[in-house]
């Protein structure tokens, strides 16, 4: 019986840890910080032996593979002793890669992952196809391979996900675009991060599907010096392509193979110059599935928006909150401030990640009003907008924020949650950072 470790106890750990238990594996989950009481259920609940709060080396070092949460870094110490000891280190989805034969629709990029993941599984789903959704959004992959029988996935995935996959191989592979993010983790080296996202097309071979954003420089500069084995569908909005996506006047047209697809963009959904990429692009994915027009679009005009992403929470004497949690880097908050056509009162700080701000300062000249800097340490913010913006104010909680954008804001103004930033100096992460705020603005 082979053993496998698991480190993390989140969403991915156990479901990795869950599928191994199903499949006859000698399994170990460890995890150095608390596990939540809703993962340490399912670990009893399975007979999943597991510890909390340390690593014990000579339960773990016995291992004959270990599957890595994708929120531990490489250089922890630990996971360079298992290295050292020669000892094979994936991600959950290689492994549930290995157990799973449905068709895989596989989604990255800096911004617009989760909502183009979201999209295209709504899209399947009215379709009345049997989809199941995972990866970085939903339940874990491993989780369902282990209990459920779905036809096909649609799998977003971080670049931390795909660091450890070797063997995985998408049927319908999405690079929504790429900007600085993450530096932290590769270096601070764009070429690291850049080589991780694309390895989303390792194995795809010439009946595959690859769709990306040509307008996208990074992910153009890296296409022509590799060799990607799919066919390649683009999706753009500054020109005409034979096969993929673009804008025409007031309408999105989707060419894939000898199909035509079109529809007006005021009739999408989601607003902004960014939603049109991400419907584009879901639109693409769903004719590689054989989705007919109707049903396309159909889809594209009923999808709600995901949770933390330009999410209207509550209009109060006319002052619109906003809750734009996930925009945790500087692209993504870029986009939330483009697509606003009142005043702005800005929400922003936190875990800086090598952020760069000048990009927005055009954009917080234009439309931010006051800034408000919900961090531990907000001198780079200052830094980069006193000299922009009017107002800006410090503080330290959701609450806080909330109670001065609430005596800033004026009827017509938005109040907008988009932090630039990763959320651990001041919460668990972004969904908390999110949570926080709409049980504030419903406090008001």
């Known amino acids: 019986m082979s053993r496998l470790v698991v480190l993390g106890g989140g969403e991915s750990g156990v479901g990795s840890a869950v599928l191994a238990k199903v499949k006859g594996y000698d399994v170990f989950l460890s995890d150095m910080g608390k596990i939540s009481e809703n993962y340490v259920a399912m670990l009893n609940k399975w007979e999943i032996p597991f510890e909390q709060g340390c690593h014990s080396e000579d339960l773990i070092l016995n291992a004959d593979e270990v599957v890595k949460s994708p929120g531990i870094p490489s250089t922890a110490p630990m996971v360079k002793k298992i290295l050292a000891e020669g000892i094979n280190v994936i991600s959950e989805i290689e492994f549930a890669g290995r157990y799973d034969t449905a068709k895989k629709v596989c989604i990255t990029g800096s911004n617009g992952k989760t909502t183009t993941t979201s999209l295209i599984f709504?899209?399947?789903?009215?379709?009345?196809?049997?989809?199941?959704?995972?990866?970085?959004?939903?339940?874990?992959?491993?989780?369902?391979?282990?209990?459920?029988?779905?036809?096909?996935?649609?799998?977003?995935?971080?670049?931390?996900?795909?660091?450890?996959?070797?063997?995985?191989?998408?049927?319908?592979a999405i690079i929504t675009n790429i900007t600085p993010d993450h530096l932290d983790r590769y270096n601070y080296?764009?070429?690291?991060?850049?080589?991780?996202?694309?390895?989303?097309?390792?194995?795809?071979?010439?009946?595959?599907?690859?769709?990306?954003?040509?307008?996208?420089?990074?992910?153009?500069?890296?296409l022509n010096k590799i060799v990607v084995k799919a066919q390649q569908f683009p999706f753009t909005q500054k020109t005409e392509v034979e096969q993929g996506a673009f804008v025409r006047d007031d309408s999105i047209i989707v060419r894939y193979k000898e199909q035509e697809c079109d529809m007006f963009i005021q009739e999408l959904a989601l607003g902004g110059k960014h939603n049109?990429?991400?419907?584009?692009?879901?639109?693409?994915?769903?004719?590689?599935?054989?989705?007919?027009?109707?049903?396309?679009?159909?889809?594209?005009?009923?999808?709600?928006?995901?949770?933390?992403?330009?999410?209207?929470?509550?209009?109060?004497?006319?002052?619109?909150?906003?809750?734009?949690?996930?925009?945790?880097?500087?692209?993504?908050?870029?986009?939330?401030?483009?697509?606003?056509?009142?005043?702005?009162?800005?929400?922003v700080g936190g875990t800086d990640k090598g952020n760069d701000y000048s990009s927005l300062v055009p954009l917080a000249q234009e439309k931010v009003k006051a800034i408000i800097c919900m961090g531990l340490d907000n001198q780079k913010i200052h830094d980069a907008f006193t000299d922009v913006v009017p107002k800006m104010y410090d503080v330290t909680s959701a609450q806080d924020a909330v109670k001065t954008a609430h005596h800033i804001a004026q009827a017509g103004d938005v109040v907008l949650l988009s932090p630039c930033c990763a959320s651990f100096d001041l919460f668990k992460n972004y969904e908390d950072r999110g949570r926080q705020f709409k049980e504030a603005v419903r406090k008001l």
């Open 122 to 172: 709504h899209l399947l789903e009215q379709a009345g196809l049997n989809v199941g959704l995972g990866g970085n959004i939903g339940k874990s992959y491993a989780f369902q391979v282990a209990t459920e029988q779905h036809d096909i996935y649609v799998l977003e995935l971080s670049s931390f996900q795909l660091d450890n996959v070797y063997d995985f191989k998408a049927d319908i």
């Open 189 to 222: 080296d764009m070429e690291n991060y850049v080589k991780a996202k694309f390895r989303i097309t390792r194995n795809m071979d010439k009946d595959d599907c690859f769709i990306f954003c040509s307008d996208d420089e990074i992910t153009i500069n890296h």
């Open 276 to 347: 049109v990429y991400n419907s584009m692009a879901a639109a693409l994915a769903a004719k590689a599935m054989e989705i007919d027009n109707e049903a396309i679009r159909e889809g594209l005009a009923t999808f709600q928006a995901v949770e933390h992403r330009l999410e209207k929470v509550l209009s109060i004497k006319d002052v619109l909150y906003i809750n734009d949690s996930k925009a945790t880097n500087v692209d993504a908050a870029w986009y939330a401030l483009e697509c606003q056509t009142r005043p702005v009162v800005w929400i």
